[in-house]
């Protein structure tokens, strides 16, 4: 065994043949050689742990060690949007850690069949759906693919494939339960867009919790935004419209969550004293908005890892999977909320004031 970092005429040295053989086996030049020649070369690189051993072990066993990912809406999906950055982030460093590398599959809308020709080509060894909208069509070409698949950031309960997801239902549903149990009974919702499987769960989530408190929402409670800080913002103004008033909100994001909190702010309600307001995500702005939003913290790059995790273990074992992995959100307390004011805001004049002590009502 050669000491120090093994080199190419080592392999060369250990398997036989000449470095010019070895440098064609590698790359696939030629084909001058016979099988078993080209296996004493493969060996020989793994026994030495020759530092190409990558790309023998992907000739050895056919495969491009390349992870897929599909996004369909790309531009829509990556521009400005830090839950798909964050969750490549994580698939990534999984992918790189196992050997991997990533290919990204960018479909501005969700066409199966242009999803199975570009991810069904032998370019990749495995598939990942990253969040993809509710209904997508992608995801009956998920359910019956060839290569090994995982969706991330969705999971339908019928869904016949792998998923790895935050659980958006349970989440809001103990978030709004402790809102309950600080005394807040008249509780609005900024809901998110129908198309996107999280803000449906998330509205869910809210429902049943006010249903088992025995609360019944005013329809008027519940106003939708796009995930945007406008939207937020548009929301907030006509809730502030209805009657009798409410004294917190839930919004489906923290995007919207912190339009509301501006809203708010230009009408001259104070937060959390008047109204309390919680998020969903604890993207980074959370944390520095004007009071620290609270907001329910899911685990994005956790997410990220174990997905193409899954995926690897798919590769690796031959072995296809529907497990569904779904992590708890976090609830992440900051200063937005407060137990329930004993008077609602339509009753107290703006900017004249004096802050009430924390109690419940």
């Not at 242009?114 to 209904?135: M, T, W």
Request: charged letters at 25%; a positive charge.
């Amino acid at each position: 065994m050669p000491e120090g970092t093994p080199t190419i005429k080592d392999v060369a040295e250990r398997a036989g043949v000449s470095v010019t053989t070895v440098t064609n086996v590698l790359y696939g030049r030629g084909s001058r050689f016979s099988e078993q020649t080209r296996e004493r070369v493969l060996q020989a690189v793994e026994e030495l742990g020759y530092r190409p051993n990558q790309i023998a072990r992907s000739l050895v066993r056919r495969r491009s060690n390349t992870l897929g990912v599909v996004v369909e809406h790309f531009r829509g999906a990556l521009m400005g949007n830090p839950y798909y950055s964050t969750l490549l982030d994580g698939i990534l460093a999984e992918a790189v850690q196992s050997g991997y590398q990533l290919k990204i599959i960018a479909l501005e809308r969700p066409d199966p069949e242009h999803a199975r020709l570009s991810a069904e080509d032998g370019s990749i060894d495995g598939a990942i759906l990253a969040a993809p909208l509710y209904q997508s069509p992608l995801l009956q070409w998920v359910e019956s693919c060839n290569i090994p698949r995982v969706v991330a950031g969705s999971s339908p309960q019928d869904l016949r494939a792998a998923c790895v997801d935050v659980d958006d239902e349970g989440s809001v549903y103990a978030a709004v339960k402790w809102l309950i149990d600080l005394g807040h009974r008249r509780i609005a919702f900024i809901a998110g867009p129908t198309n996107y499987w999280s803000a449906r769960q998330r509205e869910r989530g809210y429902l049943r919790a006010l249903h088992d408190a025995g609360i019944t929402p005013t329809p008027h409670w519940i106003r939708r935004g796009d995930y945007s800080t406008l939207s937020g913002r548009q929301a907030m103004e006509l809730l502030l419209q209805v009657r009798p008033a409410f004294s917190a909100v839930v919004s489906c994001n923290d995007w919207m969550a912190l339009g509301a909190l501006e809203t708010l702010r230009r009408k001259g309600l104070l937060v959390p004293e008047d109204i309390s307001v919680l998020g969903f995500d604890d993207v980074e702005a959370a944390a520095v908005a004007s009071p620290p939003l609270t907001t329910i913290r899911q685990p994005v790059r956790e997410i990220g890892i174990t997905t193409a995790r899954l995926l690897i273990q798919q590769i690796e074992s031959g072995k296809p999977s529907t497990e569904h992995v779904i992590f708890p959100g976090e609830l992440v307390q900051r200063d937005s909320v407060m137990p329930c004011s004993p008077e609602p805001p339509d009753r107290i004049k703006p900017r004249q004031r004096i802050r009430p002590r924390r109690r419940r009502c």
